[in-house]
């Protein structure tokens, strides 16, 4: 009986241009992903930057709101002590001076009102901040797993990048639910 020759050197051939096919598209997967995740990287690193510029503006506001407090306060107290030494020497004391010394303390009130608003925005900020530079860490690790993957050919890298990347999407809106 004679052997049945079956051309496997074509076979091999058309394999082996088969799966360097296919490593070329999951490579251009993996690269496809990362861009992705840099995309997102950095809108989120714009953003935790912005927040963080917010945060220190707003505290600075606040800083002079408590001086101006201050300031207020130390009138007041020079025109308190100026009626306290004219009812030392009885002498009625000057009823502007009075009214200046009520109007002083209400204004104490106002700014402390708009300093402790401007403290709260300040720390709303920064924690805008600190959620969305998380979520910047978590792209950039997702990013570098992505190019290991790609060099090292392994598949369960790429999953665990786009995981993390997934990850780091969440914390990012997360931070836009909490404005």
Same mark, same amino acid.
């Given at each position: 009986?004679?052997?049945?020759?079956?051309?496997?050197?074509?076979?091999?051939?058309?394999?082996?241009?088969? #799966?360097?096919?296919?490593a070329?598209?999951?490579?251009?997967?993996?690269?496809?992903?990362?861009?992705?995740?840099?995309?997102?990287?950095?809108?989120?690193?714009?953003?935790?930057?912005?927040?963080?510029?917010?945060?220190?503006?707003?505290?600075?506001?606040?800083?002079?709101?408590?001086?101006?407090?201050?300031?207020?306060?130390?009138?007041?107290?020079?025109?308190?002590?100026?009626?306290?030494?004219?009812?030392?020497?009885?002498?009625?004391?000057k009823?502007?001076?009075?009214?200046?010394?009520?109007?002083?303390?209400?204004?104490?009130?106002?700014?402390?009102?708009?300093?402790?608003e401007?403290?709260?925005?300040?720390?709303?900020?920064?924690?805008?901040?600190?959620?969305?530079?998380?979520?910047?860490?978590?792209?950039?690790?997702?990013? #570098?797993?992505? #190019?290991?993957?790609?060099?090292?050919?392994?598949?369960?890298?790429?999953?665990?990048?786009?995981?993390?990347?997934?990850?780091?999407?969440?914390?990012?809106?997360?931070?836009?639910?909490?404005?």
């Amino acid at each position: 009986m004679e052997e049945i020759e079956v051309p496997t050197e074509h076979l091999h051939e058309h394999l082996q241009e088969t #799966a360097e096919h296919s490593a070329e598209r999951w490579i251009m997967k993996v690269a496809l992903t990362a861009a992705i995740l840099s995309v997102l990287a950095a809108i989120a690193a714009l953003l935790a930057g912005h927040y963080a510029n917010e945060a220190m503006v707003e505290q600075m506001q606040a800083s002079d709101q408590w001086a101006y407090y201050q300031a207020k306060g130390i009138k007041s107290a020079i025109v308190e002590s100026r009626i306290e030494l004219m009812k030392e020497l009885d002498k009625e004391p000057k009823e502007k001076d009075i009214e200046k010394v009520a109007k002083y303390k209400e204004e104490q009130s106002e700014i402390n009102d708009k300093a402790n608003e401007k403290e709260a925005e300040s720390h709303h900020h920064l924690s805008l901040h600190s959620l969305i530079s998380r979520s910047v860490t978590v792209f950039q690790v997702s990013i #570098a797993l992505c #190019a290991i993957s790609a060099l090292t050919r392994r598949k369960w890298m790429w999953y665990g990048s786009m995981g993390l990347g997934i990850a780091g999407s969440i914390l990012f809106t997360l931070a836009f639910l909490s404005i």
